[in-house]
């Protein structure tokens, strides 16, 4: 739209699946993205794309589990851009196919510290920025809302995920600042694929959806754009599910 004014924002995760498929509808949408990721390659891709689409991206490396990692790509994207009008929260690992017993404390402490304490690091980077206004998506689970067996690392930080959601909605509610969580089910992405391959995981989870299948990652993603929007401008400390009816 001729004279409007820039949205600037990050998404973390962007290399692939919903983080990527965000990126590139916030950049249809006129914004610049910084796409962050751990791998750098899949950052300059989801970058790439976005470019040759007309928009405009930066790919930034990330590991949002060590603090200094999350400042600097933060400080990088606010250098580019001169400000932060949104931030997009993806990242994270999975952890499966143990029960809470089989589960070693380093490998507890693993899922929680990338899951839960990196999206504590990027929320206590972030929020500063948007002060005055602006808008945070956590991207939680169906698993931040109730249980996923033999996933205990996984369910404990997501719903820490959605906890901080909250807490950091109301806090920073009198300074204009809207924090929400989606909460994914099952969703088609490279990382998903992983998980199910050489099973029948994925008829599995068709089977127990109600809607019979498992979602894209552009309709996660447009839960994501459309909480970061002014149409959600009164909309603070949810946690949505986007998962084919699973929750009800």
Same mark, same amino acid.
């Given at each position: 739209? /001729?004279?409007?004014?820039?949205?600037?924002?990050?998404?973390?995760?962007?290399?692939?699946?919903?983080?990527?498929?965000?990126?590139?509808?916030?950049?249809?949408?006129?914004?610049?993205?910084?796409?962050?990721?751990?791998?750098?390659?899949?950052?300059?891709?989801?970058?790439?794309?976005?470019?040759?689409?007309?928009?405009?991206?930066?790919?930034?490396? =990330?590991?949002?589990?060590?603090?200094?990692?999350?400042?600097?790509?933060?400080?990088?994207?606010?250098?580019?851009?001169?400000?932060?009008?949104?931030?997009?929260?993806?990242?994270?690992?999975? /952890?499966?196919?143990?029960?809470?017993? !089989?589960?070693?404390?380093?490998?507890?402490?693993?899922?929680?510290?990338?899951?839960? /304490?990196?999206?504590?690091?990027?929320?206590?980077?972030?929020? $500063?920025?948007?002060?005055?206004?602006?808008?945070?998506?956590?991207?939680?689970?169906?698993?931040?809302?109730?249980?996923?067996?033999?996933?205990?690392?996984?369910?404990?930080?997501?719903?820490?995920? =959605?906890?901080?959601?909250?807490?950091?909605?109301?806090?920073?509610?009198?300074?204009?600042?809207?924090?929400?969580?989606?909460?994914?089910?099952?969703?088609?992405?490279?990382?998903?694929?992983?998980?199910?391959?050489?099973?029948?995981?994925?008829?599995?989870? !068709?089977?127990?959806? $109600?809607?019979?299948?498992?979602?894209?990652?552009?309709?996660?993603?447009?839960?994501?754009?459309?909480?970061? /929007?002014?149409?959600?401008?009164?909309?603070?400390?949810?946690?949505?599910?986007?998962?084919?009816?699973?929750?009800?």
């Amino acid at each position: 739209m /001729s004279g409007a004014v820039r949205r600037t924002g990050l998404v973390t995760g962007a290399g692939s699946g919903i983080g990527r498929a965000a990126a590139l509808e916030f950049a249809r949408g006129g914004a610049a993205v910084a796409v962050l990721d751990l791998d750098a390659d899949a950052a300059a891709e989801t970058a790439g794309l976005i470019g040759k689409s007309g928009g405009e991206a930066l790919a930034v490396t =990330v590991d949002i589990a060590d603090e200094q990692s999350v400042k600097a790509a933060i400080g990088r994207t606010v250098e580019v851009y001169g400000g932060l009008d949104f931030a997009v929260n993806n990242a994270g690992m999975a /952890s499966h196919d143990r029960q809470l017993d !089989e589960l070693t404390l380093a490998e507890f402490d693993r899922v929680l510290g990338v899951n839960l /304490s990196g999206t504590f690091l990027c929320l206590k980077h972030e929020l $500063p920025l948007l002060d005055g206004g602006g808008a945070i998506v956590n991207v939680a689970s169906n698993g931040g809302l109730y249980a996923i067996p033999r996933a205990p690392a996984y369910v404990a930080a997501k719903h820490g995920v =959605v906890g901080l959601t909250k807490v950091a909605a109301v806090d920073y509610a009198p300074r204009g600042i809207r924090v929400n969580a989606v909460c994914p089910g099952p969703t088609d992405t490279p990382a998903f694929d992983r998980i199910a391959a050489g099973t029948d995981l994925i008829a599995r989870q !068709e089977a127990i959806t $109600p809607l019979g299948r498992m979602a894209r990652p552009e309709e996660a993603a447009a839960a994501v754009v459309w909480l970061c /929007s002014e149409a959600a401008a009164c909309v603070t400390g949810i946690a949505l599910s986007v998962d084919g009816g699973r929750r009800a």
